[in-house]
């Protein structure tokens, strides 16, 4: 990477001060002139940052602790935004944004870190959001997750959901899944991912790793033809249409356990948005077989850190006792927020409980616990009742309750 002179990595990143007011600079905004994207990406990781995005008329800006922050840099015109973008990509590439004006791909900083890329067009102009892969794998223990999701990894067939929005953490929890596989079990497994965000090594396994676009056309011909290519473990990164889901679940349903990925915030509507993009006349029969082959549902979200730098995961944890498999089965989904909520004794919590949990460990604020929660006056309740929280602290596992923090 060139050097520019002038160039010092502290005087370009706004928002270091505690009160996140801007800061007084010694001189005018780096120029962007001959500027390498990986100067941008550096300061990513050097910053501990999650995300940059490149626009037109705008400074790089970064995403740290969940917050955008500006980096002192001029505003980026449409030709320096092309111009820095266009220098990653391949001829193919190129032609690829150019015929559908969108692209997704992954990049390395060799030895130091991998990104996910979203090339996009906005107002005409060339435009990115790259996010942060670290190169190694964290453990669930390193991410705070519940101790269960370790357990769940030693079921020898099903179906288990990782969901949650964009940006809160799936990718990283299934990989910290699928390592922990890697470190304790011979498996072969093979991954689906749009793009690959993490590499895995083979330890104990054999992982292949399959990118939509690269190395498959569709996560659904890569699902069909991995079932001939004896899995253990399949991951599908996405589960988007009908035939998708349909072919994750019989996967299940033949001896695979399958990981998969969906866009939902409970595990509830989990299951309603699997059965719902069945036609009426199937919705009957994809119950009985998720009701069948689930093993669990993981719902994700992150939060500030309360009084630090970083984020805090909250979940959810649905596994699929014979009282859930009945409720799925019987079309009663809107039951099991309450199901979830009367069995700690197993190792299920809701989000709200997660919440709960979490603000009065003093993680997280009550305003970002309120602003994240399910359902605002249960919350409250479970707050203002010392035994109502979930029973469970995130990278603890089952039967450990939080005390109450003095004067809240």
């Known amino acids: 990477m060139a050097s520019r002179q002038g160039y010092s990595q502290p005087d370009v990143f706004r928002g270091d001060k505690e009160d996140e007011k801007e800061e007084e600079y010694a001189g005018p905004p780096a120029t962007l002139d001959d500027l ?69 791909f992954s990049y390395s900083l060799p030895k130091r870190a991998r990104f996910r890329v979203n090339l996009y067009r906005e107002k005409g102009a060339t435009a990115a959001a790259f996010r942060l892969i670290p190169q190694k794998i964290p453990t669930v223990e390193q991410l705070n997750l519940p101790a269960v999701l370790k357990t769940l990894c030693e079921k020898p067939r099903g179906l288990i959901l990782v969901t949650g929005p964009t940006g809160s ?35 104990k396994c054999i992982i292949n790793q399959r990118e ?43 001896g695979h356990l399958v990981f998969a990925t969906l866009h939902t ?17 199937q919705q009957e029969q994809i119950r009985v077989q998720i009701s069948n082959n689930i093993i669990a549902v993981v719902a994700q979200q992150l939060l500030p850190r309360a009084g630090a730098k970083g984020r805090v995961p909250a979940n959810e944890i649905m596994i699929a006792s014979s009282a859930i498999r009945n409720l799925i089965r019987e079309a009663k989904t809107h039951q099991i927020t309450s199901m979830i909520q009367m069995s700690a004794n197993v190792g299920m919590f809701t989000m709200d409980q997660c919440l709960r949990d979490l603000y009065l460990k003093g993680l997280v604020t009550l305003d970002d616990a309120y602003s994240r929660c399910v359902n605002k006056d249960e919350l409250t309740k479970m707050i203002n009742t ?8 995130p990278g603890m596992g089952p039967g450990v309750r939080p005390m109450p923090t003095q004067g809240r």
Request: glycine letters at 6%.
């Open 169 to 203: 953490g799936k990718s990283t929890s299934l990989a910290a899944m699928i390592n922990y596989i890697n470190e304790n079990h011979a498996h072969h497994i093979i991954t689906i991912e749009d793009p690959i965000e993490y590499l895995h090594e083979h330890k």
């Open 212 to 254: 939509v676009g690269a190395d498959t056309k569709s996560f659904l011909n890569a699902l069909r033809g991995s079932l001939r290519e004896d899995p253990d473990i399949l991951l599908v990164g996405e589960m988007r249409d009908i035939e998708t889901i349909s072919l994750a679940v019989t996967a299940a349903e033949t």
């Open 386 to 393: 010392p035994q109502g929280g979930s029973g469970v602290q």
């Open 36 to 104: 390498h994207i990986d100067e941008l990406l550096h300061i990513i990781v050097d910053k501990g940052a999650s995300d940059l995005h490149i626009c037109q008329n705008s400074q790089p800006m970064i995403r740290l602790d969940g917050k955008l922050k500006a980096l002192h840099f001029e505003k980026f015109t449409p030709t320096h935004a092309q111009r820095m973008l266009y220098d990653i990509l391949s001829d193919d590439n190129i032609n690829k944004f150019e015929t559908t004006w969108e692209l997704d």
């Open 265 to 281: 915030n409970t595990a509830a509507e989990s299951i309603d948005r699997m059965v719902d993009v069945f036609p009426p006349e």
